[in-house]
């Protein structure tokens, strides 16, 4: 397996500005579900390190769930345009205040259609919360509730977002130099 370090182009985001940036974040939940209480749905697997920082933030009483999806052909690095769910939630949002956390939205499609599902289940409310957004690669306009950072059209990994399904654990967002990672190494 290839070391990171031998493709990482630049550390975009490092960890302390990662774990400040989720800290308002989860400020900004508390005040606007005072009152309330919030199911947060992870969108498996590239969620799973934002949605347990955010939680460990929030007061606001709150429940977790996650949801599985494939979107990318094998070895792609853009998401087609299909998305197949892998894993249901095990709650029923009916009546329930909802918010899908991403790791990234890149053209929308992923979470528009994830969206477009589950609103056919009647939640009270749906919002959605992403790390990163690559805003000037948008196709499906989707209205974004909670945005991490906005960041430019480059292929980033780390805190979540994979390289052919590895590098998630690192606690940074780097930015991976295509020339030099070598698929299969
Ligand atoms: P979308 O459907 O085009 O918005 O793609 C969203 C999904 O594509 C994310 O959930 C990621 O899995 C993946 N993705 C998009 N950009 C990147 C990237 O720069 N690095 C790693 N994964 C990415
Ligand atoms: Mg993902």
Redesign the pocket.
């Known amino acids: 397996m290839q070391d990171y370090h031998d493709f990482l182009a630049e550390v975009l985001i490092d960890e302390p500005t990662l774990q400040a940036r989720i800290t308002e974040l989860a400020q900004q939940i508390d005040r606007d579900y005072e009152g309330k209480k919030v199911l947060l749905v992870c969108?498996l697997r590239?969620?799973l390190p934002i949605l347990v920082d955010l939680m460990r933030h929030l007061t606001v009483p709150t429940a977790i769930d996650c949801m599985a999806i494939s979107?990318?052909g094998v070895g792609a690095?853009?998401?087609t345009g299909q998305?197949r769910m892998t894993l249901d939630l095990q709650t029923n949002i009916s009546e329930l205040d909802v918010i899908l956390v991403?790791?990234?939205?890149?053209?929308?499609?992923?979470?528009?259609q994830v969206m477009d599902l589950l609103k056919t289940r009647k939640p009270k409310s749906l919002k959605v919360c992403t790390l990163?957004d690559?805003a000037s690669?948008?196709?499906?306009q989707i209205p974004i509730d909670y945005r991490g950072f906005l960041i430019e059209n480059?292929?980033?990994?780390g805190y979540g977002?994979?390289?052919d399904e590895y590098y998630r654990n690192l606690p940074f967002i780097g930015v991976?130099d295509l020339n030099k990672y070598k698929p299969g190494l």
């Open positions: 969108i590239g969620a979107s990318y690095r853009e998401s998305v991403e790791d990234i939205v890149d053209s929308g499609r992923t979470i528009g990163l690559k690669r948008r196709e499906v480059k292929f980033v990994f977002l994979d390289i991976v």
